[in-house]
């Protein structure tokens, strides 16, 4: 194994950035909550307030089990992730008014909103996804 780069912070140099890290992703959930409210609503602000809480509760559960230590980029990866599944739930609700405005049912607005933005959640989680393939091969050079 060679060494190819090494960094040395304080201890509580790396628990301020952590605990900082942690603080603004709990204040970007609130903002979320608040955005979501004003735009959408209360039914679609509980509705994604409940999607991120669930989704907050199997990663961190995860996390738990596997035993990762997390740092500062794991944390901002969580952060990163939180917005990608906002986009989604954004997208549906966009299409939701849009088909709710050209005169559609409640019912077949929702299956329509759907589908229609299906191939753009798709498209956006695939390409995170290739990106983080990417970035993860990248870094495991560091250790190589």
Not at 11 to 37: H, K, Q, S
Not at 122 to 129: H, I, K, L, P, W
């Amino acid at each position: 194994m060679i060494l190819m780069q090494e960094e040395k912070i304080s201890p509580t140099l790396g628990e301020n950035m952590l605990n900082g890290a942690l603080r603004a992703g709990v204040i970007g959930f609130v903002a979320i909550a608040i955005l979501m409210f004003f735009m959408y609503g209360f039914t679609n602000m509980i509705i994604t307030t409940l999607i991120l809480s669930g989704f907050m509760i199997v990663l961190f559960g995860f996390i738990k089990v596997s035993d990762y230590a997390l740092s500062l980029s794991g944390i901002a990866a969580i952060i990163l992730s939180i917005g990608m599944a906002v986009d989604a739930n954004i997208l549906i609700f966009e299409r939701y008014r849009e088909e709710i405005k050209g005169g559609k049912s409640v019912g077949g607005a929702i299956d329509s909103a759907k589908d229609r933005s299906w191939s753009a959640i798709r498209d956006g989680q695939v390409s995170s996804g290739i990106i983080a393939l990417l970035l993860f091969t990248m870094g495991i050079n560091i250790f190589k």
